[in-house]
Structures are given as C-alpha cells and as structure tokens.
DNA sequence: CGAATATGATTGTAGGACAATTTTGACAGA
DNA sequence: TCTGTCAAAATTGTCCTACAATCATATTCG
C-alpha cells in the first residue's frame, strides 16, 4: 500500500548542509506525525534512512536538543520533546512577553519602509472570511501571522527566540485537539491585534496579543492529563 | 614566562560528558578572554590541546552556535561571536521583557518555599556596601542576582531562555569598560528590584527591572563604534 | 511469577581517510 | 610599494571503521 518513500540526499546539494538536511528532515516528520513525541530517535537508523554518516546525526542531534526540540540523555539516546502540563505553562508565560513584545514593536514600526505594505498583505490572505477553517490551513494561517508581527518588528533575534519557543513541539501535541470553536476564537483575536498593528498602537498592540496568547493558554492547560508529558518531580 | 596550560580531559570522568567539557573549555576561555571576541576556533587545535575527538569538539561547536556564542560559517570555520550594536540593541529589548517577567514572577512566589530564605540569603552576599567593587566581582556578583531572581520566579524555561541569550559574549565585549560609576548605578538598581520583589509587588519588581535594564542599555548603546561589530548590512 | 543473567542493540568516543574549499605565501607585473 | 595570480598548505565536511560502556531485551533459574 505505502511506497517505502526513502528520502536519500540530493547529492548534487552542497557540501556545507548536510546537518542542516537531517535537521529538516527530523522536523518535519515531526510536523507531520512521521515521529510522535515521545518517541525514540535511533541514530543508525536514520544514517541508513537518509543516507548520512552518523556524525552528521549527532551534529543534528546537538543541534535540536540545544532548540529544544529533542531530549537528549547520555548513554540512552534521543527522543522527541513531550512537554509537561508545567512546562507547557512555562512556556506560554513567555511567549506572551515574547510575542508581547513583538507586536508592540510592529506597531512601532508599522510606518517605515514597506512594513505596511507586508502586513496587510499577509492580512489579506490570513483574514478572517466568515467559512469554517480546516485545522492545518488556520495553523499555517497562524504561523504566517505571527511571523509576520515578529519581522515586522525588525528584531532579528526576537525571530530567532521565538522559533526556539517549541511551539511546533506543542500545536503537534496539543492542536489536532483544537476544536472549530477554538479557531473560531483565535480567529477573532486576531483581527484585534491586527487592527491595533495597522493603527500604530503599540500598548493597544501588546496587550491584545498577551490577551490572545493568555486565552489559548487557558484553553490549553485545561485540556486532560493525556495530553502532556507525566510530571516528573 | 606564561606556563603551557594543557587542559587535558580529566579521564576518569564518565563517558558521555566529553561534548560539555569541551563548551565549559570553551565558553571559560571566552570568558577569561583566552578567545577573544571574533577570534576563530581551529577544530584540529582544539582536539589536541584538550585529547578529545574531532567529533565531540564539532558537537560542541553546532550546541554553542545554537546558544548564539559563537558563529558557524560553512566552509570557514567556527568564530567567537562578536555583536553589532543593533544585535544589541535587539538583544537588551529582549533581556528588558524576559528579565522583567522574571522579577514580576519572583515577587509573586517569595513567600512560597524557602525562597524568602534563598533571596535573602543572596541577598545578604551580593547587596552594596558602599565600598569600591572591583569589576570581576561585580560581575559575579551580578550574575548572582539576576539567577537567583529566575530561580525564585520558577519558571524553569525562563532560565534557558535568559541562559542563552549571550549575554556572557556582550558583558566580555562592553563590560571592561564599565566605569565605577555604571557598577554604582546598577548596585543602587539592584537594591530597589530586590526592595520591590522582598515587598512581594509584581508589578514595582517588573518595572524597577526593566528601567535597570534600559538605563544599562543606554549606556552600552552610547559606547563608540570600536565597542561593536561592524554591521554587515 | 520474580530475579538473576546472558545476549544483542545502541551509544560515546577515538581515529583515519579524502575531496572540497579556504587561507596563506610566494611571485610577477604595474 | 602595491596588486593580482597561482600553487601549496591548512582546514573543513563528510564518511568510515572500531571498540568499550551502557542500555534493552530475552532467557534461564529459583
């Protein structure tokens, strides 16, 4: 039924990416259920899956843990990331000071250069449209609106904090989870931060995004036990 | 006249620490400016003088390029990283939030535990004498207290966050110079974040925070352009 | 059935090999 | 003297092999 889809390496690629290409390789099976967390990542399989010398599998190994991504424990290999209840609540405190931050620096900066141009761009194709969303296109949705306040923002190594947030880790975890009344919600929120952005507001900005972020917080940490990673204290 | 200090790799440790030695090696000698800030890192150098593998020192070269301490140029090499003014700018507008959430968290849960105790202690080590402190015991001083403001705030992935977010790499670029009189402001600072946080006021602790944290920024943004990388923009 | 043990799998680390690429140093020409 | 060119040397990226330490699993014994 399933074709045995073995992703060998491009070998015309480059000298210089080979770790790059394990990483991405890891991450997206992530994101696409190929690895579920939790679950254990075999570095001799992988160097015969994709084709790579296990250095190269380590490197990327060292990589992803130092992100986050993977746990990483000496002597027994690496799994990929379950985040507990308390971690997942951690983490939200600050990507709301984060993200926050970011969108009062939108706000800020919204004028200069054609930073008006890309956000409403990007608002066209994100905004809200009345229709029910299908849960991977309203995450894809999410992800361009977010990343779009951050760049907005001009602070490079914001980007850069907040991709090393695991969220990919959590919406895998939490988001198929996500009912219709959730996007709906989330939907809603982002029209607010939107209109505050394209204002030049940036209190109004940061306190809505910290509002959006605070709700899918609650929202999240309500879920059941099932859906973290047991406490380990 | 200088004693060739060989840090061989202490053997009866266990097997498994081998990648952290070579970062702690490597992040001390950027400390004690043994590297200096863009300075390049020779991998082959790097495995005889510490009797490691080439392979443990490239592991430890992608971990501490994911912390940002140093940058990985394929094909080039491995150099000590060196921030531009903008990155710092960037890089304070960030410590200004993180740093601020963590004494906002840590006036919330000073009666919770023993942490009173473990504030006060810290407390009673770090606080201003009035005497003149030398700039390294400044320095350790002031590590001192912001950690221990995270550890009391107990939000587990603020300390990685803050952790790496190079500020061991910009204290060694600007901190040398640091006048007596910087070391005084921030000392009188220190005193009301730990006034507002033993008060037990989120949100005095959050701000008195953040003004720490722009004032020392104004400060290192007013150093001349020799303090700094060159933008490569 | 539970505990001790043997067996196999996997990791951590060292070290060699070799082509791709960069850096260095020598050299000729302006 | 400066500058560009080119070969030599150094360094990197990657793969490979090897082997002991450690973990995981199956098996045997009580």
């Given at each position: 039924?399933?074709v ?5 390496r ?10 790059d290409f ?6 997206d099976?992530?994101?696409?259920g190929r690895f ?8 001799r399989?992988?160097t015969e899956?994709?084709?790579?010398s296990?250095?190269?599998v ?5 990589l992803?843990?130092?992100d986050?991504l993977?746990?990483?424990?000496p002597?027994k290999g690496?799994?990929?990331?379950r985040?507990?209840?308390h971690q997942?609540?951690?983490l939200f ?15 800020q ?6 930073n008006r ?5 990007m608002?066209r194709?994100?905004r809200p449209r009345?229709h029910?969303?299908a849960?991977?296109?309203?995450i894809?949705?999410?992800?361009l609106f977010?990343r779009?306040i951050?760049?907005?923002g001009?602070?490079?190594l914001?980007?850069d904090a907040?991709d ?8 895998v ?8 009344e959730?996007i ?10 939107a ?8 209190g ?12 899918l917080?609650?929202w999240?940490l309500a879920?059941p036990?099932?859906?973290?990673k047991r406490?380990?204290?």
């Amino acid at each position: 039924m399933s074709v045995e889809l073995v992703q060998e390496r491009n070998s015309d690629q480059r000298r210089g990416g080979t770790v790059d290409f394990v990483v991405q390789h890891l991450v997206d099976g992530i994101l696409h259920g190929r690895f579920a967390p939790g679950q254990r990542l075999v570095a001799r399989d992988l160097t015969e899956e994709m084709g790579v010398s296990r250095g190269s599998v380590r490197e990327a190994f060292r990589l992803m843990a130092a992100d986050g991504l993977v746990d990483l424990v000496p002597n027994k290999g690496v799994t990929v990331r379950r985040l507990s209840r308390h971690q997942t609540r951690d983490l939200f405190e600050i990507r709301e000071v984060l993200e926050g931050l970011a969108a009062k620096l939108a706000a800020q900066r919204i004028n200069v250069n054609d930073n008006r141009a890309m956000f409403e761009s990007m608002w066209r194709t994100v905004r809200p449209r009345g229709h029910h969303l299908a849960w991977d296109i309203f995450i894809e949705h999410n992800r361009l609106f977010h990343r779009t306040i951050v760049s907005v923002g001009g602070n490079l190594l914001l980007k850069d904090a907040i991709d090393k947030l695991q969220l990919p880790i959590m919406m895998v975890q939490v988001g198929r989870m996500m009912a219709d009344e959730n996007i709906q919600q989330s939907e809603n929120d982002h029209a607010t931060i939107a209109d505050a952005i394209l204002d030049g507001d940036p209190g109004r900005a940061a306190e809505a995004m910290q509002n959006h972020l605070r709700e899918l917080a609650d929202w999240v940490l309500a879920l059941p036990d099932s859906a973290f990673k047991r406490e380990e204290n």
